[in-house]
């Protein structure tokens, strides 16, 4: 065979050879592959999104109606606990107290000139007790005179008509004993009533000065000086006339889905975000998590959610109430664990896995999940450097096992670090 013959033969050969891989490759599916590695941390997390309040604040509401006649503070101004903040028009409580003074000087003196009926009352039952005695005695001398027959029975008679009529002005004495006693009872309880009328007046009053209950600053301020006033009533709130907050110590408050506030515990650290402050952050823990969920609003059914406080720490001067806020909590850590894109863990059968490439098929291997970190998943079931499906989403989903792949590009890097 000659030297021209020979490289023909090997044209053919490899022409021939090329068209079957490159007919075997055109059949293989097109996959994103990655290697799996380890990470040096994995992180989860649960974000939540709300708004900065003071842990420690109070809402002014007002006791009594009337004009507001003095308003002695802005809003932003810096108060301290039991500073005067403004004045409702005394005049009405001031005209119901100088009333019920005067009603319960009336009721004391009827108190006083009852107290006398029952003194001259228990006199009067003491005089007629004493009499009621010495007839008795002298019943029991005539009784014995007249058994001896030195009295005439008219004496004798004439002296148990006196012990009778002597009994019977006891029992009066003691009658009219009780109706006084009674008649002091119930003017005490005037007294008592009255007194009560007039704590309650004078309270009224009091209550026409508004003063801080805490130390703090001036948040919300509702009212302007000459306005009128509403007092709250059962299950209709008065108005609110202004909020003083502890900007000394600051929450986030956030709403958690319900999906998520089940791997929340207390004292978990969180990260704090602003679109106020953009650049900075702040730390803080969780320090109050809803122990039932937020009433939902509308008719429409949606996720439930739940209140939860995260403590800031550190210097939160230039916070203000208010203000809306993000929260990352982080819920779990892991260190030097296997971890692969969360996209190529899939569920066949009721099982997760992954799909390992071995000799250009992918093969799904079952896995055991961990902490999800953003876009990365912990698992254990696969090897350290093992070739995996990572992707697109549209081809993993459908993937069958065993199925012939090639890469879509190079193989990329494991999860990073």
């Not at 003071?54 to 007002?62: I, P, V």
């Not at 009219?176 to 704590?199: F, M």
Request: overall charge neutral; some cysteine; proline content about 2%.
């Amino acid at each position: 065979m000659s030297r021209r013959i020979l490289l023909v033969v090997a044209a053919v050969v490899l022409v021939g050879g090329w068209w079957w891989w490159s007919g075997r490759q055109t059949d293989a599916i097109a996959v994103d592959i990655v290697t799996v590695g380890r990470v040096e941390t994995l992180r989860a997390y649960v974000t939540a999104s709300g708004e900065i309040v003071a842990t420690r604040y109070a809402d002014l509401g007002s006791s009594v109606m009337g004009r507001l006649v003095s308003l002695r503070v802005r809003e932003g101004d810096r108060v301290t606990a039991g500073q005067v903040l403004a004045r409702i028009d005394p005049v009405q409580a001031q005209s119901a107290v100088a009333s019920s003074a005067a009603g319960l000087r009336a009721l004391e003196a009827e108190a006083e000139g009852s107290g006398n009926q029952v003194r001259a009352a228990q006199a009067e039952v003491a005089v007629a007790t004493s009499r009621q005695a010495e007839a008795q005695r002298a019943l029991e001398r005539a009784r014995d005179l007249f058994k001896s027959g030195l009295i005439a029975q008219s004496e004798f008679e004439a002296a148990a008509a006196a012990a009778d009529t002597a009994g019977a002005q006891v029992n009066a004495a003691k009658a009219a004993l009780a109706t006084a006693e009674q008649a002091r009872s119930a003017s005490s309880q005037r007294v008592a009533q009255g007194r009560a009328d007039g704590a309650r007046v004078q309270d009224q009053l009091a209550k026409t000065e508004i003063t801080a209950p805490i130390a703090g600053v001036i948040t919300r301020l509702d009212v302007e000086e000459g306005e009128m006033v509403v007092m709250g009533v059962q299950n209709q709130p008065g108005s609110i006339l202004m909020t003083i907050s502890d900007l000394s110590a600051l929450n986030a408050e956030v709403k958690v889905a319900e999906a998520d506030v089940l791997r929340l515990s207390m004292d978990n650290t969180a990260t704090i975000t602003l679109d106020a402050l953009p650049g900075k952050s702040y730390s803080g823990r969780v320090a109050e998590i809803g122990a039932s969920a937020l009433p939902q609003i509308g008719t429409q059914a949606s996720a439930r959610e739940f209140r939860v406080k995260v403590r800031l720490e550190g210097d939160v001067a230039l916070l203000r109430p208010g203000l809306t806020c993000d929260t990352e909590i982080l819920v779990a850590e892991r260190r030097n664990v296997l971890a692969v894109p969360l996209q190529a863990v899939v569920q066949r059968e009721g099982k997760s896995g992954v799909f390992v490439i071995k000799d250009r098929r992918a093969i799904f291997t079952a896995v055991t999940t961990g902490i999800i970190g953003g876009l990365t998943i912990q698992v254990t079931g696969v090897d350290e450097g093992a070739s995996i499906v990572a992707g697109p989403f549209q081809v993993l989903r459908d993937l069958a096992d065993g199925a012939a792949v090639r890469p879509i590009a190079a193989a990329t890097s494991s999860p990073a670090k």
